[in-house]
């Protein structure tokens, strides 16, 4: 009797310690990891998330079976802004010194307690500027009905790509249900942003608390929080831009100035003679389109939408001028759940390069709109009668990839997910040189 009831308490002994070390593990187990392109093409910055404070190192290496390197970082405690004020560690480590155009296996965790992740891979990015990025693009990707990420997935798994950019809307939303909806959302997109530099710019989901969940889960190059930065990519200057500022003054009216100032900045240097020679595209990409042919009444179908012509009688500017005098080639946004491709305009007008071929040597930025990767909110739809300016557009659920095949020949595709992978849009934009516009 004494020996079965000593064996009895062993065993829930045993128990409850598996449950309390699956419990540990459990809260200081890695999820979220993500990857971005760092300040210089040697640099990858790895993010990942764990509820429980752990060290912060990434176990890396040439081949899966020999991660014999090891590279510390740093955590912060995030406290999501909801009722129950749940937390988590936003852990970051910056991989340095990398060999160009290499595949690198990793793992994230913690040397101290010895829990790691999975083992994941990505390629380093290549030296110089000879070589043609693949990038996809795609806003307004929700955690339900995230339709187009399982082909993302498999194409990501071919190497179709380089680098994703998401051009803002996450989740539906990152905040919401105390936060937890933006951790299935980061485990579900894990695959993905593991393997691919994930570049983002906030959008208007991103909204609650004051973009909190959104400046926490990601790191970008050059951001210190701010939600706007710059990055190159081979022949590629990007632009990350946060066009909510403006819609939403409540968060202070000072960072609406800043960001005009250093996109203004940012793409006078980059327009100088010796910086485009090296890298003659320049790609910027922000939520709130300036141009669209939607039907629901939203900015960007208006004549005077704030992200192309700002509100003068408060001295903010729009971007368009911007654009135009500093010779951006393709500026993509999202919001609205559609693709369209624009013919290239200025001030509501086409100036496209010639009628047979529109976007060779076009007179103006090409706009795309690509916010049509899947989410809760459902198709949206067009006017009956667009603009001169829409040149093809569409409801269907997908996404654009852009392979920049050299200095100057941009390919960029649509894909719809409705329709089973199929391409069901494709232009090639020609830039014999770059540079500003003709007023
Ligand atoms: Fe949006």
């Known amino acids: 009797m004494k020996l079965k009831a000593f064996i009895d308490v062993s065993v829930i002994s045993v128990i409850l310690c598996m449950i309390a070390v699956l419990r540990a593990d459990d809260v200081t187990h890695p999820r979220h990891v993500h990857i971005a392109y760092g300040d210089e093409p040697h640099k990858m910055i790895v993010t990942w998330s764990t509820i429980n404070y752990t060290d912060s190192n990434v176990n890396y290496g040439l081949s899966r079976d020999a991660l014999n390197m090891v590279q510390g970082g740093s955590s912060s405690k995030f406290v999501d802004g909801g009722t129950a004020k749940r937390s988590q560690f936003i852990h970051k480590v910056d991989l340095v010194d990398l060999k160009p155009n290499t595949t690198y296996y990793y793992r994230v965790g913690s040397l101290e307690a010895k829990i790691w992740s999975s083992v994941f891979y990505f390629r380093s990015m290549p030296d110089g500027q000879d070589w043609g990025p693949s990038i996809v693009a795609y806003g307004d990707l929700g955690s339900a009905n995230a339709q187009s990420l399982p082909r993302l997935l498999v194409d990501a798994a071919q190497g179709m790509y380089d680098a994703v950019v998401h051009v803002g809307d996450f989740a539906y939303d990152l905040s919401k249900n105390q936060g937890l909806v933006g951790d299935t959302f980061m485990q579900q997109i894990e695959p993905l942003a593991a393997t691919l530099p994930y ?25 210190n929080k701010r939600m706007y930065y710059s990055f190159n990519v081979g022949p590629i200057h990007f632009v990350s ?117 529109p976007y060779t040597n076009p007179g103006a930025v090409t706009h795309i709109v690509t916010g049509t990767a899947g989410c809760i909110e459902r198709h949206e739809y067009f006017t009956k009668n667009p603009p001169p300016w829409s040149a093809f557009h569409s409801s269907e659920y997908g996404y654009t990839r852009m392979k920049f095949a050299n200095k100057t020949h941009l390919f960029v595709e649509q894909v719809s997910d409705d329709r089973d992978g199929m391409v069901i849009d494709r232009f090639t934009l020609v830039k014999d040189s770059h540079g500003p516009y003709k007023k």
């Open 241 to 357: 831009m946060s066009t909510e500022f403006m819609y939403f003054p409540n968060y202070g009216m000072k960072q609406i100035f800043d960001h005009y100032e250093f996109v203004k900045n940012d793409l006078i240097e980059a327009n100088k003679p010796e910086n485009r020679a090296k890298r003659p595209w320049i790609v910027t990409f922000g939520h709130r389109p300036m141009y669209c042919s939607n039907s629901d009444n939203d900015d960007c179908a208006s004549y005077e939408s704030l992200v192309r012509v700002g509100v003068p009688l408060y001295g903010i500017k729009g971007f368009e001028d911007l654009f135009h005098e500093q010779g951006v080639d393709v500026a993509l946004w999202a919001h609205e759940h559609t693709y369209e491709r624009m013919w290239p305009v200025y001030k509501l007008e086409v100036r496209n390069g010639s009628y047979e071929k």
């Open 199 to 223: 570049m983002t710019c906030n959008g208007n989901h991103e909204n609650y608390y004051n973009f909190s969940n959104y400046k926490a889960r990601f790191n970008m190059p050059n951001d």
